[in-house]
T-cell receptor
Framework: GENVEQHPSTLSVQEGDSAVIKCTYS??????FPWYKQELGKRPQLIID?????GEKKDQRIAVTLNKTAKHFSLHITETQPEDSAVYFC?????????FGKGTRLHILP | DTEVTQTPKHLVMGMTNKKSLKCEQH?????MYWYKQKAKKPPELMFV???????INESVPSRFSPECPNSSLLNLHLHALQPEDSALYLC????????????????FGDGTRLSIL
């Protein structure tokens, strides 16, 4: 079955700098990769997703890149702001369900 | 605004109590999910309903009993829970899912924070 690895587990960046979170997956048949943001005490919220027919997708300060050959995908946040502080989960499709990475806690330092 | 609505937001119950968690969505989604989330961990799948039929039970103890009365509603009945069952219980829905490779975005509710005394 699908296995998803996410790194780093914790990331601290200065406000205004960029943050990158990386995930790898194991099943070459996987074709959909969502990213969820979960603020403290709140629900996971889909922030961006990418399908395997494209290599990059952007939405304002957030972008996701996909390398199907290497089986990894990354979340890029530019010009980070305090409200970007949260836990971020990547995911990939398993059989009948999605498989989450273990999460990255992002701290934005003032 | 949250498109998946969960009630109650908080629940405290004793180990002998019976209670139910409720989830509702009106997006026309045909797959609905229950997840359990412990602090600093990713959501852990419990059950999946696809077209109102239970399609996945991730070996969840029988003290948790799901029910899908119709395509918009999902319940989780709780009975004789243990202290380790204290967690955030999240409901989610997607357009389709629970059968084959899951490639639709899931929309989560705000969750019910459950505490077992």
């Amino acid at each position: 079955g699908e296995n998803v690895e996410q790194h780093p587990s914790t990331l601290s960046v200065q406000e205004g700098d960029s943050a990158v979170i990386k995930c790898t997956y194991s099943d070459s048949a996987s074709n959909y990769f969502p990213w969820y943001k979960q603020e403290l005490g709140k629900r996971p919220q889909l922030i961006i997703d990418i399908r395997s027919n494209v290599g990059e997708k952007k939405d304002q300060r957030i972008a996701v890149t996909l390398n199907k050959t290497a089986k990894h995908f990354s979340l890029h946040i530019t010009e980070t702001q305090p409200e970007d502080s949260a836990v971020y989960f990547c995911a990939a499709p398993g059989d009948d369900k999605i498989i989450f990475g273990k999460g990255t806690r992002l701290h934005i330092l003032p | 605004d949250t498109e998946v609505t969960q009630t109650p937001k908080h629940l405290v119950m004793g180990m002998t109590n019976k209670k139910s968690l409720k989830c509702e969505q009106h997006m026309g989604h045909r797959a609905m999910y229950w997840y359990k989330q412990k602090a600093k961990k990713p959501p852990e799948l419990m059950f999946v309903y696809s077209y109102e039929k239970l399609s996945i039970n991730e070996s969840v103890p029988s003290r948790f009993s799901p029910e899908c009365p119709n395509s918009s509603l999902l319940n989780l009945h709780l009975h004789a829970l243990q202290p380790e069952d204290s967690a955030l219980y999240l409901c989610a829905s997607s357009l389709t899912g629970g059968e084959g490779r899951s490639n639709q975005p899931q929309h989560f509710g705000d969750g019910t924070r459950l505490s077992i005394l």
